[in-house]
């Protein structure tokens, strides 16, 4: 009976054990990563109400200059009563401005 030829099968055997251990390890360790690689990954969703204003924006830099010299007589003409309203204009102009806003 050659006992040295028994422990080196053993010793063989162990090797082998882990050698698959460790392939294993390694294996869980890159599932491990990849799935960690997918979480880390962020992503943004606007709300219908954040692209509204931002279309809101848009459109105000669209907008033509204040022009500064007509708000001064604008102003001179409500002060000294001279400046009507139109109230069917204006209901029409608050409507026409509600819509755009759509």
Excluded: H, W
Aim: aromatic content about 2%.
């Amino acid at each position: 009976m050659n006992i040295n030829n028994l422990n080196n099968n053993s010793q063989v055997n162990r090797n082998v054990q882990q050698q698959s251990d460790t392939k294993n390890q390694a294996a869980k360790n890159a599932t491990t990563n990849s799935q960690a690689t997918k979480v880390a990954q962020d992503s943004v969703s606007l709300t219908p109400q954040a692209k509204q204003l931002n279309e809101i924006q848009k459109k105000n830099g669209d907008a033509p200059e204040v022009n500064q010299k007509k708000i001064e007589q604008l102003k001179k003409a409500i002060q000294s009563g001279a400046y009507k309203v139109d109230a069917e204009k204006l209901a029409e102009s608050i409507v026409k401005f509600e819509f755009d806003l759509i």
